[in-house]
């Protein structure tokens, strides 16, 4: 009867080991997560620093002059009606897009420059 338990046991330890495996993968993956974009300078906040600073960073990060940025973004603005639930403000998606193109950014590319989750 002894004998007939522990060879029980023994066949159950690999699905146990299993189990438990899974579970840690999924307690490591999705229970205890780590924040990744965790920049102080948040994709808005880079925006205003390139407006701000000198002329020539718009067009080095974005491939356009400083007054074609701004007619794009008030001719998008025109285009498009806000909306009151958008979390992304409108410059910056403008700002996202051209950064995109200009630099053939991936997605993981605009998640680390501008701190969002693609």
Known sequence: MA????????????????LALTAAYYGAAYCCKEACHT???TGAAWVAELEEGHHICIFRNFRVPQGVFE????EVERAVPSSP??????????T???????????????MERFQHSG
């Open 85 to 94: 639930w958008a979390r992304i403000e409108l410059k910056e998606s403008v």
């Open 96 to 110: 996202m897009f051209l950064y995109c193109l200009s630099k053939n950014a991936s997605n993981r590319d605009l």
């Open 3 to 18: 004998e007939r338990e522990a060879a029980r046991d023994e066949e159950r330890e690999p699905t146990a080991q299993v």
């Open 39 to 41: 920049s102080a300078l």
């Open 71 to 74: 007619i794009l973004c008030n």
